[in-house]
């Protein structure tokens, strides 16, 4: 026994020896500040203990006694040698033998320090089994602690006396939700006003409208799922009297109420009058609280980031009056956002860029890459602060609501939105203002693609080939309701099948341009290879009536007719006498085009007095030294862009500044073709005398083609034309 005294000493004098200050000052604050029951792995506190109870030990029956008080401790503490075990040793299911998970409500902010005091009530029972086997407190889950025992009421006997517990808040946590409780919280505070989604049954997936934010709970709105079924008391009885009837395989054994805004008089009806109360502005039943027809509850069981409604949702959430409308146009302008696409015209809304104006070029998750027509520039930017840029005479089509489908352009914008319907030739709306009737709105209108199936043209030299609507001949695709639809491709030989995307858009000859997920690319497939994502058939989609290229005539293989020349025939301008310099290559036979090569470059349309006081976007090329060129200021502005305003001499004027203006000589400098849909051109080529000096709008892109509108005067929506892309040229 002195052995033992010895070593004890020993051991808790080098305890003491390694950090005597540090110990005073923690045991100040610690749980036991006497004689206490020893901590499993805090050897300083046993050695303390163990030490203290052997100086008081007096006879062979007091040691005896201290021996198997130490047995009763090690068998008490065994269960925390697990950590040391694989985890799949160390943590059995939450649902083995016949514990479970209980959730118990304390005050926000003392989780750890709760379940620290439960656990050192537990050790200081000593043997006395209270059937607890784990407690857990995390700060990230504020407002509860999770305890692992087998009945609530062991639960209540230890969360009994204790001060920060709220012992009659005690609720079993289902098996499927046992991981959820378990895994590390996102730390994730929803802003208000915003919109959410709940976790717990019958709310899962629901959406929600945060009305307040609290310290670990929000106050939220959310359409009501109530069982408007009384259950008769009898058949109650019966069901409780009689043995347990389960239920056919296969069959569930419940369902999920249908979302719908509380009626107090209804439930009235069904339950009594004494069942609904008044509260103030809300009516009460069952214990929970109604606010204009919403349930208004408290809660912690939601996603940890903010939801988009999608139409069908937002609609459910317009007879609020906690909503405002201002949160409500907020909402609309997001949801319109989300579907942006490529190459449509957006206007920032928030952020540094706010208010200007661009097209998109690409979307990656939540942001996308905006090119600034103003600046020149291309910024990345939030989808969330972008808007759709919808003026009048854009060709657009609505995606949801009554008028889902509709086709038209745009007469009137702003707070209302009136499309003509060039199919049925009539006015589909005005929809009317998003606060009355918001399904229809900025949000569920799309800018149209590939909107004209045209038949070919009459190839009848007397016949006028002006390109006008007299001789254009609009039919609707009914391929269109493709677009934006999941697929996954099925058919093989493009080296893609299996792989899922998004149609963003129909194409001639039954072809779609579809938007591989894997790869964030576009494909061109067609549309016997593609299928619906949740089609377990894995049905083409050009199988259900859709058409086919026997029934439908591609604009695609229309071709360009080319009127034969009404000047006689007349030999090629005859060579001059061979000469030993350069020749210009309009004296070469073969030569069909000016070559922008040759040492007389030729630039006519800056010569044509149709274009004069035009501001047509140029670029340099050729600037860099090579041969026997020795360029133009030494190469740094290869590459740049400007603004062409007028010729002096052989020279060009290019501004490329506010205030700053060069001379540049005609052959370093190319006009900028058109590249996306959106953008304001000229036209600038000789193909189309016709139309030279005239500014249209580019309505379809194409590397060949592009159908453009007039950009001033009068806008006619059903004026349309086919220039070819090479004649064009961007102008601000």
Same mark, same amino acid.
């Given at each position: 026994m002195n052995d033992v005294r010895q070593f004890l000493s020993l051991e808790a004098a080098v305890d003491d020896s390694e950090s005597e200050d540090e110990y005073d000052e923690e045991e100040q604050d610690d749980f036991f500040q006497h004689d206490c029951e020893p901590i499993a792995g805090d050897k300083s506190r046993s050695h303390q203990l163990l030490l203290r109870e052997t100086t008081r030990v007096e006879g062979d029956t007091e040691w005896d006694s201290l021996l198997d008080r130490a047995r009763s401790r090690a068998q008490t503490y065994t269960p925390h040698l697990r950590s040391s075990l694989p985890n799949s040793e160390a943590f059995p299911s939450i649902t083995m033998g016949e514990a479970r998970l209980w959730r118990v409500a304390v005050k926000p902010g003392r989780e750890e320090a709760t379940a620290f005091l439960l656990m050192e009530k537990i050790i200081r029972a000593g043997e006395q089994d209270q059937g607890i086997k784990s407690i857990i407190g995390r700060v990230s889950r504020p407002g509860w602690i999770v305890v692992e025992a087998n009945s609530a009421s062991d639960v209540r006997e230890l969360c009994q006396g204790v001060t920060d517990v709220f012992g009659k808040q005690i609720h079993v946590i289902e098996p499927e939700d046992g991981p959820s409780c378990l895994k590390e919280a996102n730390l994730f505070t929803p802003a208000t006003p915003s919109w959410i989604r709940l976790t717990k049954q019958p709310y899962r997936g629901d959406l929600a409208y945060v009305n307040e934010v609290g310290v670990g709970e929000a106050d939220v709105l959310v359409v009501p799922r109530l069982?408007?079924?009384?259950?008769?008391?009898? *058949?109650?009885?019966?069901?409780? $009297?009689?043995?347990?009837?389960?239920?056919?395989? *296969?069959?569930?054994?419940?369902? $999920?109420?249908?979302?719908?805004? &509380?009626?107090?008089?209804?439930?009235?009806?069904?339950?009594?009058?004494?069942?609904?109360?008044?509260?103030?502005?809300?009516?009460?039943?069952?214990?929970?609280?109604?606010?204009?027809?919403? !349930?208004?509850?408290?809660?912690?069981?939601?996603?940890?980031?903010?939801?988009?409604?999608?139409?069908?949702?937002?609609?459910? &959430?317009?007879?609020?009056?906690?909503?405002?409308?201002? &949160?409500?146009?907020?909402?609309?302008?997001?949801?319109?956002?989300?579907?942006? $696409?490529?190459?449509?015209?957006?206007?920032?809304?928030?952020?540094?860029?706010?208010?200007?104006?661009?097209?998109?070029?690409?979307?990656?998750?939540?942001?996308?890459?905006?090119?600034?027509?103003?600046?020149?520039?291309? !910024?990345? !930017?939030?989808?969330?602060?972008?808007?759709?840029?919808?003026?009048?005479?854009?060709?657009?089509?609505? $995606?949801?609501?009554?008028?889902?489908?509709?086709?038209?352009?745009?007469?009137?914008?702003?707070?209302?939105? !009136?499309?003509y319907d060039h199919k049925t030739a009539r006015e589909v709306g005005p929809f009317l203002p998003v606060f009355i009737n918001f399904i229809v709105s900025s949000h569920a209108i799309d800018f149209f693609e590939a909107s004209f199936i045209m038949r070919p043209l009459s190839l009848d030299p007397g016949q006028s080939q002006a390109r006008t609507r007299d001789n254009l001949k609009v039919q609707p695709d009914p391929n269109l309701r493709f677009v934006g639809r999941h697929v996954r491709v099925i058919g093989s030989g493009h080296g893609l099948k299996d792989y899922e995307g998004i149609v963003k858009s129909i194409e001639v000859d039954n072809y779609a341009l579809v938007e591989i997920s894997a790869t964030m690319r576009q494909q061109r497939l067609p549309l016997s290879k593609l299928a619906s994502r949740n089609d377990p058939t894995l049905t083409p989609l050009n199988v259900d009536g859709a058409a086919t290229a026997t029934n439908l005539e591609s604009s695609g293989s229309r071709t360009i007719a080319i009127r034969p020349s009404s000047l006689p025939l007349v030999p090629s301008t005859p060579l001059p006498p061979a000469l030993t310099g350069v020749l210009s290559p309009a004296w070469d036979p073969t030569s069909s085009s000016p070559d922008s090569s040759s040492s007389f470059p030729y630039n006519p349309w800056m010569e044509s007095p149709l274009l004069a006081g035009k501001r047509i976007k140029v670029r340099f090329q050729g600037t860099k030294a090579v041969l026997r060129d020795p360029g133009w200021k030494s190469g740094d502005y290869e590459g740049r862009f400007g603004i062409w305003t007028g010729t002096e001499g052989s020279s060009a004027q290019v501004s490329v500044g506010l205030h700053s203006t060069l001379t540049v000589p005609e052959k370093y400098v190319r006009p900028v073709r058109p590249s996306i849909k959106g953008q304001n051109v000229i036209v600038i080529g000789d193909d189309h005398d016709l139309w030279k000096g005239e500014e249209f709008y580019v309505i379809t892109f194409s590397a060949e083609q592009c159908i453009v509108r007039r950009r001033h005067g009068k806008i006619d929506p059903k004026d349309r034309l086919y220039l070819d892309t090479n004649t064009l040229a961007v102008v601000l």
């Open positions: 069982k408007l079924q009384r259950r008769s008391s009898a *058949g109650h009885a019966k069901r409780k $009297r009689g043995s347990t009837i389960s239920a056919q395989p *296969g069959q569930k054994k419940s369902t $999920r109420p249908e979302q719908a805004l &509380f009626d107090h008089e209804k439930v009235r009806e069904i339950f009594g009058d004494k069942a609904v109360q008044r509260k103030n502005q809300t009516y009460v039943f069952k214990g929970n609280e109604y606010l204009d027809g919403y !349930l208004w509850l408290q809660t912690d069981e939601y996603y940890p980031e903010a939801a988009t409604p999608t139409p069908e949702e937002l609609s459910l &959430f317009q007879h609020s009056k906690s909503i405002s409308k201002e &949160f409500l146009q907020r909402t609309l302008e997001v949801m319109g956002a989300v579907s942006l $696409r490529l190459g449509d015209r957006v206007k920032v809304a928030e952020g540094e860029a706010q208010g200007a104006f661009g097209v998109v070029q690409n979307i990656v998750g939540n942001e996308a890459d905006v090119h600034l027509s103003s600046e020149d520039v291309q !910024l990345t !930017l939030p989808v969330k602060n972008l808007r759709k840029n919808i003026r009048i005479g854009d060709e657009v089509i609505v $995606r949801a609501g009554p008028h889902a489908g509709v086709t038209g352009w745009v007469i009137t914008s702003g707070d209302t939105v !009136l499309v």
